[in-house]
């Protein structure tokens, strides 16, 4: 059987950390063949670890070499880097967020369509054990109509004290566009087709631009510090239902805390611990179910799904028109938090 040919664009934390790995567990079906930097050094390190036979100085060098791509970049080059990959005819595994803003992510979308390429987003919280559960239970009815969605995303001193995560220019944002976006991702996966009518933003960082940080994951400059480590969102979808958002880098709590739950017409459920709760037999009814958040697991779930659909034989979970409305919502929640005032979508 033919192999996926399989290029890295970004050599850095994320493609070390997650995709070369769960790529080298493919190899029946995948086998990296090329990889690029902007730092020379760095991707002729990382070739040689893992046997990557091909370096290039110049990405668009790498698309005659390979089949597909996972860009780990900044996001300020994902838009870019994307629609020249797809462009030349190959397939696109994009880490997350899908761009800095909606207008991108239109440009990635369409290269896919008159392409007929691929364009999978790093969303990878959705191949998780609990996500997955949670996804068959809304869609198997267990909770009729979704009415209030809760999320929260929050780590207390977590700001990531390495790479460009602080650069508002490369990055877009801090903790929303890094972090709260996996959580906002699976949240209106979970809704289905609802599509987002209002929403008021608020974003922070007073606590990261103040002197003496207390940091736990490695030390940056709170006088350049420029994205946001904490913010709140309440939205509105179609058909009356509401989701409170809120997701920070840091922020004085007793702890880190990752919160989804959705309430409806006619149950509700809690996805980590994975908890459902209905009204049944005049008594309000509780289940349990052992389902695992497991990122690393996620993420090699994430790759077989990407290689098998490059392959034909599978579909992506996660949609680029998906990842669009993600990226649009974090969009608005930004403009709104700047000019304090809703952002209406219609």
Not at 14 to 23: L, S, V
Not at 160 to 181: A, E, H, M, R, Y
Request: negative net charge; proline residues 3%.
């Amino acid at each position: 059987m033919k192999k996926l040919r399989m290029g890295i664009i970004g050599a850095g934390g994320i493609a070390q950390g997650r995709h070369i790995p769960a790529f080298l567990e493919l190899q029946d079906k995948v086998e990296l063949t090329a990889v690029h930097d902007m730092n020379q050094q760095r991707a002729s390190e990382v070739a040689e670890k893992y046997d990557i036979p091909y370096v290039f100085e110049n990405y668009y060098d790498l698309f005659k070499e390979v089949d597909a791509v996972a860009i780990c970049t900044p996001n300020k080059f994902h838009s870019d880097i994307s629609v020249a990959a797809l462009e030349a005819g190959v397939h696109v595994l994009c880490e997350k967020p899908m761009a800095i803003t909606t207008a991108e992510c239109e440009r990635m979308v369409e290269a896919s369509k008159k392409s007929g390429k691929l364009l999978l987003i790093g969303y990878h919280y959705r191949y998780t054990e609990a996500g997955q559960l949670a996804k068959r239970a809304v869609m198997n009815n267990e909770i009729g109509d979704p009415l209030v969605v809760r999320v929260q995303a929050l780590r207390r001193r977590k700001v990531p004290g390495w790479g460009v995560f602080t650069n508002k220019d490369l990055q877009g944002g801090g903790s929303l566009i890094d972090f709260g976006c996996h959580m906002l991702d699976l949240a209106i996966w979970l809704l289905g087709e609802q599509e987002p009518v209002e929403l008021m933003g608020t974003t922070y960082n007073r606590l990261s631009k103040s002197p003496n940080q207390i940091n736990d994951w490695g030390i940056f400059d709170h006088q350049t510090f420029e994205v946001d480590d904490h913010v709140s969102a309440y939205i509105t979808f179609e058909n009356g239902i509401s989701l409170q958002f809120e997701c920070s880098w840091a922020a004085n709590i007793k702890e880190d805390k990752i919160h989804l739950s959705l309430s409806g017409s006619d149950g509700g459920l809690n996805v980590y611990p994975f908890e459902l709760y209905q009204p049944k037999l005049g008594k309000m009814m509780e289940s349990t179910a052992e389902a695992k958040h497991d990122e690393t697991a996620a993420g090699l779930a994430q790759a077989k799904n990407f290689v098998e659909s490059c392959l034909g034989e599978a579909e992506l979970v996660v949609k680029p028109e998906e990842a669009m409305k993600v990226s649009k919502i974090i969009e608005a929640i930004y403009r709104s938090s700047e000019t304090r005032s809703s952002v209406n979508f219609r």
